[in-house]
């Protein structure tokens, strides 16, 4: 006889556990936690660290967009925007000449601006290359410039000494095979299924995957060593795209094989992947939102005014103050800032880029040393009122930026017996200071009435004789 089930026994529960058991088992194994030990390579973490190393210390970089949206000068993603089709926009094509382009010149910039690497728009959405492609047509050296412009700025930005790096845009809105998405210039009114499947009707992802598969392994081998890949961008989603249509993972895996050293972005959708993802991109966010970012490995991308691409009738360009902010606390967050230049159709950067790359010039000629190789501060130093830190672990020195300046006295709050010398960066000249009679663990720099010749002067103290 069977035994009486006991008041615990529930068969219809027991039942229903045995059902669910293998959905419990898949979710377990597809958890977060699991999939995050997903790896595409394997690079251990002091690999990564010693491969990531230079950028780093680098912390300050030049975004540069420039492509055929610079001819009608009102915002690269204006194919989108006006919802223009291949035959529309080929007149930006036939004209593209850009009579002043000088390399050497954009180099020279940036160097002095202080920034130590570069990436430049191969290929943006439009799908343009700059770049000499066998794989297409639509490319600089069959326009009147003639030539390959990729090639032109790898050579005079490394005669600078400064990192090269590509942008490649994952998605392409020319390309026949590329699939009507809901970013695509010729996207439906409406979305739904059938309108897309009507519009994809004969073009074939598979055949631009391959494409962009080529396109970037021919980057990765024509230019010789390529430090940063800048792939943009994903938007999975039922009418958008990831991982699945690029072919991420193989993409990735072909990127790490011909180029170890490279460092790539995040916008391949790999997040899951241990190794899927070098640095997150904060895009276009504001200093206080980049608080958020410590502790990671970032970079914070930022124009000058709204637009990537050159948009002349754009006027909300950021001030000096609040250029040298972002990257005051990029760096103060543990962060890198790339600052974007959307040259001319000419091939120049207009008077409002030069004249705000020339502001910061003059400011990372002196102050620099806040910002190479620096970090966030220990915790045992406290921020000064109105101020922003930055430290260098290296050096032990201790950078206060004043970004408001208070004639005669600073009080650097708890700082007694944790520096030993106090001096302006910008040429060296000793601070004074003593503890502060209201609070002696606190103590008090003495500070010129007048203020620096400097947006934001900075203070560099010494914790320790390095
Ligand atoms: C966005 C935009 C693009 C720009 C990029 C830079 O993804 O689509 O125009 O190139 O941001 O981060």
Sequence with gaps: MAPEPGPFFNPQKQNMLKRIAPLLI?????????????????????????????????????FIHWGLYALPARHEWVKNHERLTNADYEKYFKLF?????????????????????????????????????????????NTPAKRDLVKEFVEAFRAEGIKVGFYYSLIDWHHPDYTIDEVHPQRPLVDSDSAYARLNKG???????????????????????????????????????G??????????????????????????????????????TPEQVSPKELEKYRGKTWETCQTFSGSWG????????????????????SVSNG??????????????????????????SHWMHANDKSIYGCT??????????????????????????????PSGRLVLPGYKGKIKYAQFLNDDSELKYKPDPANPDDLVLELPEKKPDYEIPVVELVTEYK
């Design 310 to 329: 050159y948009y002349r009738d754009e006027n909300t360009w950021k001030t000096h103050r609040q250029l040298l902010d972002l990257l005051i606390t």
């Design 376 to 405: 966030y501060a220990p915790a045992a130093f406290k921020v000064p009122e109105n101020t922003k830190l930055t430290y260098n672990p290296v050096t032990k020195r201790l950078y206060v930026h004043l970004f408001e300046y």
């Design 97 to 141: 000449n850009p009579d002043l382009f000088d390399p050497a010149a954009w180099a020279k910039k940036a160097k002095a601006a202080g920034m130590r690497y570069a990436v430049l728009t191969t290929k943006h959405h439009e799908g343009f290359n700059l770049f000499d492609s066998q794989f297409t047509d639509y490319k600089a050296t």
């Design 26 to 62: 898949a979710l377990l194994f597809t958890s977060p936690f699991l999939s995050a030990q997903k790896r595409i390579g394997n690079e251990t973490a002091e690999q990564k660290q010693k491969r990531m190393e230079w950028w780093t210390q680098d912390r300050f970089g030049m």
């Design 335 to 360: 962060g890198n800032l790339l600052l974007n230049v959307g040259p001319t159709a000419r091939g120049e950067f207009d008077s409002r880029a030069s004249h705000a790359l020339d502001s910061l």
């Design 243 to 280: 991982r699945d249509d690029w072919g991420s993972v193989d993409l990735m895996k072909q990127i790490r094989k011909l180029q170890p050293g490279i460092i790539v972005d995040n916008r391949l959708d790999l997040n899951d992947y241990a190794d899927g993802v070098d640095f997150e």
């Design 203 to 241: 073009r074939d992802m598979a055949i631009y995957r391959k494409y962009l598969y080529n396109e970037v392994t021919e980057l990765l081998t024509k230019y010789g060593k390529i430090d940063i890949l800048w792939l943009d961008f994903s938007f999975p989603g039922k009418y958008g795209k």
